[in-house]
């Protein structure tokens, strides 16, 4: 498999968790449209643009379990979610219910609308290492008060690597008749995803992640209540159309003007690819290797698993703490030195080793991530055992 793919043969890439890594075939197809596009701007935007997308989002649709005049595609899930903080009216004393897991860029963003509107964001503390589902359930609601207005979840966690249970989460804040925003970056393609099941207000996820889709490809759900409540981040040809295409929805969020869509366009191809290639079990593969190893690599830096070795915890990464004295150094050492691109997250004063394994990963590749850590352990004070 590792051959399917364009990353650099003389990297050790246990870093898919980022920003994904494209197929040639995929890739290919991106380059095709893109080809499509320069050969002729005009009638590609004007007349084509329209039912690509379409033809497009029908098939990320099914994949993803809604229909598909309910989804439009964005670049990325923080482009998505400023969407939603942007069209949500937030009044002085409001809370944000979030976890001290999500995402820094949607921390970020959460405290940019916060301070401009007196809003709180609380970020909920779940303590590691992870019991149970029902723990992190319990912890999560001890942060609900009167004043809660919106639940925002990442559905798997970016530093941590922990995927969250947010469908009871979901459940019980409809029934508190609060408003749900979920982050599911990491899933699609990665674990297995229905949103019509989930039944969240609104869900953002990427296809360049696990998907393999070419690099900006993403999109937002959004609850048919919902939909013409979310005003367009960038106002343009869509607002007041001459035209008017299936909905208003569509129509401010999905005409933006002067824009590339190539890597959207890709969709059906993506998805193909994952059929032809069986890759549920695929991922079932790597997420086996995943577990393998986990406890092995705590045990290599005395450290405690975040949560218990199941699948109901992890996918095809996993987090692994690290006490290290300059996490920047010990990533720049591990890539310069031993051609390993791994990152060393930070969270909540604490950092983690994070490794990912996809179709182009072996047992091999973790293996020199753990004679590199040893080796450093031994010959350098980056990390501490």
């Not at 469908?167 to 229905?194: F, R, S, Y």
């Not at 099941?197 to 759900?221: I, Q, R």
């Not at 005395?302 to 004295?325: C, D, H, R, W, Y």
Request: contains cysteine.
């Amino acid at each position: 498999m590792r051959y399917q793919f364009l990353l650099d043969p003389s990297i050790t890439f246990l870093n898919h968790g980022s920003f994904g890594a494209c197929p040639k075939p995929i890739f290919e197809e991106f380059q095709r449209y893109q080809l499509e596009l320069e050969s002729e701007p005009v009638d590609f935007i004007q007349r084509k643009q329209t039912s690509y997308l379409r033809t497009a989002r029908q098939s990320l649709a099914k994949f993803v379990g809604c229909n598909a005049g309910d989804l439009f595609f964005t670049s990325n899930p923080t482009f998505a979610i400023n969407i939603i903080m942007r069209s949500i009216k937030l009044n002085e004393g409001d809370e944000i219910l979030a976890t001290n897991h999500e995402y820094g860029a949607m921390d970020r963003t959460w405290n940019f609308y916060c301070k401009k509107t007196g809003a709180k964001y609380i970020r909920q503390n779940i303590s590691l290492p992870i019991i149970s589902k029902e723990q992190i359930i319990e912890e999560f609601w001890k942060g609900y008060t009167k004043n809660t207005k919106i639940v925002f979840l990442n559905h798997m966690s970016s530093a941590t690597a922990l995927i969250f249970p947010v469908k009871e989460i979901c459940d019980k804040a409809q029934e508190l008749g609060l408003i749900t925003i979920v982050d599911g970056a990491h899933v699609p393609g990665h674990i297995d995803l229905n949103i019509s099941e989930l039944n969240p207000d609104y869900y953002t996820g990427t296809l360049h992640k696990w998907m393999l889709a070419p690099k900006g490809s993403s999109f937002l759900y959004v609850k048919p209540e919902f939909q013409n409540d979310l005003e367009p981040l960038v106002v343009s040809w869509g607002y007041e159309s001459v035209a008017p295409g299936e909905s208003q929805f569509l129509d401010y969020h999905e005409l933006q003007g002067t824009r590339d869509v190539s890597a959207f366009l890709c969709t059906p191809k993506v998805i193909e690819f994952l059929e032809v290639n069986n890759w549920k079990k695929v991922s079932d593969s790597c997420k086996q290797i995943v577990l393998a190893n986990y406890q092995r690599f705590c045990d290599l830096l005395k450290a405690q698993p975040l949560s218990p070795l199941t699948t109901e915890f992890l996918g095809q990464m996993a987090s692994v703490p690290i006490n290290t004295t300059n996490p920047t150094e010990l990533k720049s050492l591990l890539y310069d030195k031993y051609k390993i691109q791994v990152p060393v997250m930070p969270l909540n004063g604490n950092f983690y080793i994070r490794y990912s394994v996809n179709a182009y990963n072996s047992q091999e590749d973790l293996d020199k991530l753990y004679q590199a850590l040893e080796e450093i352990i031994k010959t350098t004070d980056l990390i501490s055992t």
